[in-house]
């Protein structure tokens, strides 16, 4: 199972907003609604911020918000913040009953 | 406050083995379905496992890399996941995550394994 593409990189400058996209296959994201994404401060334990698509889990803030359309998920966070710098990653339910990741893309906050 | 801590990682030679433990803490392990998460030194997250509850089959399901050579178990009474890792290889070097749920909801703060002759 090929992981999942995401950019690299992305940047913005606080207040910004920045979208980061996840596409996978019919295999992977398009075919189901089970895409999850996480933050991850490196030396940290990565952070679930959406699961099932768009939901998000308590205490984590509506500035992440996430959908799907085909093969391709997206994250947005709006209104950026110092502290929103960090490595973040989707991941995917897939038809062999396994999870798998995107290569991760690095947000730097100007 | 739902806690978990890994412990058991370390040095081991290619073709080694070694066993991963994960207490869990907070909650009702026997109702959780469970996974371990790795993440190579300089690379991204990726998944390695997940074991259902034992009320759902308790059954496993592996990242193609580690299937034949990793097993994911259980025990419930003492709120512990194991990984037990056999034929290791030097490509499985990396910080091993523990999570609840197979997708991540909750992760513990990691442990190094290193594959190295």
């Known amino acids: 199972q090929s992981a999942l593409t995401q950019p690299a990189s992305v940047s913005g400058s606080p207040g910004q907003s920045i979208t980061i996209s996840c596409t996978g296959t019919s295999s992977d994201v398009g075919g189901y609604n089970y895409v999850s994404w996480y933050q991850h401060h490196p030396g940290k334990a990565p952070k679930l911020l959406i699961y099932n698509v768009s939901n998000r889990p308590s205490g984590v803030s509506n500035r992440f918000s996430a959908s799907k359309s085909g093969n391709t998920a997206s994250l947005t966070i709006s209104g950026l913040q110092a502290e929103d710098e960090a490595d973040y990653y989707c991941?995917?339910?897939?038809?062999?009953?396994?999870?798998?990741f995107g290569g991760g893309t690095k947000l730097t906050v100007l | 406050e739902v806690q978990l801590a890994e412990s058991g990682g370390g040095l081991a030679k290619p073709g080694g083995s070694l066993r991963l433990s994960c207490v869990a803490s907070?909650?009702?392990?026997?109702?959780?379905?469970m996974s371990w998460v790795r993440q190579a030194p300089g690379k991204g997250l990726e998944w390695v496992g997940r074991i259902k509850s034992k009320t759902d089959g308790g059954t496993t399901d592996y990242a193609a890399p580690v299937k034949g050579r990793f097993i994911i178990s259980r025990d419930d009474s003492k709120s512990t996941l194991y990984l037990q890792m056999n034929s290791l290889k030097t490509e499985d070097t990396g910080v091993y995550y523990c999570?609840?749920?197979?997708?991540?909801?909750?992760w513990g703060q990691g442990t190094l394994v290193t594959v190295s002759s």
């Open positions: 907070g909650f009702t392990i026997s109702d959780a379905w």
């Open positions: 999570a609840t749920a197979d997708y991540g909801y909750d």
């Open positions: 991941s995917s339910h897939t038809t062999r009953n396994t999870w798998v």
